[in-house]
């Protein structure tokens, strides 16, 4: 098994609670409404603490069906979550999983910076495709960027 991890950050004048809010605690009932043509419905499984399955159905006609993630840690207080990947359509026969770590800190201006880490954990000998990296990273922009908005 190989493990490749990638760290980005974003910056936004939306303080780190509201995001925090919007992207993790409230994102079953509020991206299917602001991305209405992109996911069709988020499913939870749990009480939204460490072990809670989100089951993301996309919408007809996309290349992914749906994908599974479980909550790992989730600490409102800090604005801190880490979930896995470990479900879905897609990579997920080269792919073990992948982990996700978020971190919003807020910025002398009001603002907020959003950390991320993907760690990718492969299965065999399966080397990830940069391309593919870039893909997933700009659709979780996208709906960043949406929220934000």
Not at 115 to 135: G, N, P, R, W
């Amino acid at each position: 098994m190989g493990v490749n991890s990638y760290s980005d950050e974003y910056s936004s004048t939306i303080p780190p609670a509201s995001l925090f809010k919007a992207l993790i605690l409230d994102s079953h009932n509020l991206i299917p409404k602001l991305m209405p043509l992109a996911i069709q419905s988020i499913e939870i499984s749990g009480d939204g603490g460490a072990g809670t399955i989100r089951q993301i159905n996309f919408a007809e006609g996309s290349q992914v069906k749906f994908i599974k993630n479980r909550v790992d840690e989730l600490d409102e207080k800090n604005f801190w979550f880490k979930y896995s990947l470990i479900e879905g359509d897609g990579m997920m026969d080269k792919l073990e999983k992948i982990t996700y770590e978020v971190k919003f800190e807020s910025t002398t201006d009001g603002g907020s910076i959003n950390k991320m880490t993907s760690t990718y954990y492969t299965k065999d000998d399966f080397v990830l495709i940069e391309e593919e990296i870039k893909a997933g990273k700009e659709k979780a922009l996208a709906m960043y960027k949406v929220v934000e908005a």
